[in-house]
């Protein structure tokens, strides 16, 4: 039986968490990311050929699509997506960090963490179920929405297709009437779309709902807990949508914060330009906003994680 959810106390723990950890945040994320960006690098190295497209920079052409790789595309796709699963494996390292120091108090030690183990495979599996629950709403939502606009598959993907193809040519022509003519066709097929946006709505909140403690209970717990996330949010709907609800608001108004700020910084950056004490000055802001960034960044990303767990925690416990 799950216990109760005081939302209150669920939004202040999860922003004291981000506020007072996010040196742990810092600490458990900063590696994976090297990493990610280091693997990143590797995989477009291997598959970019950089003499055709310097080639096509001094020309000023572009190359055909498959041109400009050393393989086929078929082995572009292949390898990006075994690079895909790699660095979400070393992303979904520290998000199971994360929900263990949480729900479980569980403190991983060291300066350079990567987490390959099995709360980090959990997570990646229920992160990937989750998505597929989601993409099937989506897809019966869009069938269910095609022949409301008088569409089949066929003959949307096939004239969704045209209108495109017309429209990227008439903008390489310089043809902005003629864009805009395609453009202005296009919004037929984006009618079916805002329709199965309308009819999936509701069902992506309820399933989201219900799944909210399923990703970081997968990695406190030594199993997939689908159905337990079920059990757990059963008669709980609306404190958690409640709760998931105001946490989205505060980041947005903290993220909003932070835009005004990095606005007023970025104009004082500006000032470097003119030398001398100005370009201390815009020095310094640089400074300032890189570290104001990382600290921003770290807290929201620590709360948002945080939040997910301090949901199954209680559910779960009640504490």
Request: charged content about 10%; overall charge neutral; hydrophobic content about 60%.
């Amino acid at each position: 039986m799950s216990h109760n959810i005081p939302v209150g106390d669920v939004l202040n723990e999860a922003f004291q968490f981000g506020l007072k950890r996010w040196g742990t945040v810092l600490r458990l994320g900063w590696a994976p990311v090297v990493v990610s960006l280091l693997l990143a690098g590797g995989y477009f190295a291997l598959i970019l050929d950089f003499e055709v497209l310097s080639s096509a920079n001094e020309s000023q052409t572009f190359p055909g699509f498959s041109e400009i790789f050393k393989m086929p595309v078929s082995a572009v796709v292949a390898l990006g997506v075994v690079f895909y699963v790699l660095i979400g494996l070393i992303y979904c390292g520290v998000m199971a960090s994360i929900f263990r120091l949480v729900a479980l108090g569980e403190e991983s030690p060291g300066f350079i963490h990567v987490r390959l183990d099995g709360p980090a495979w959990r997570v990646f599996w229920a992160s990937i179920i989750s998505a597929l629950i989601s993409l099937a709403i989506w897809c019966v939502a869009f069938l269910i929405a095609l022949p409301i606009t008088g569409n089949s598959i066929g003959s949307y993907l096939s004239e969704a297709g045209a209108a495109f193809a017309g429209m990227m040519a008439a903008v390489e022509s310089g043809s902005e009437d003629a864009a805009a003519v395609h453009a202005s066709g296009m919004f037929s097929y984006w009618r079916t779309f805002m329709y199965a946006f309308a009819i999936a709505f509701i069902p992506l909140i309820y399933v989201g709902v219900r799944l909210q403690p399923f990703i970081a209970g997968s990695a406190a717990e030594n199993r997939l807990i689908l159905f337990g996330s079920l059990k757990l949010t059963e008669g709980k709907f609306w404190p958690v949508l409640g709760a998931m609800f105001l946490m989205g608001l505060m980041i947005i108004l903290i993220s909003i914060v932070y835009e005004l700020f990095s606005s007023v910084i970025e104009l004082l950056m500006g000032l470097g330009g003119a030398g001398g004490a100005f370009a201390i000055i815009a020095a310094l802001m640089g400074f300032i906003y890189f570290a104001v960034t990382v600290f921003y960044y770290a807290v929201v990303y620590g709360a948002q994680l945080a939040f997910s767990a301090i949901i199954y925690r209680r559910l779960k416990t009640g504490e």
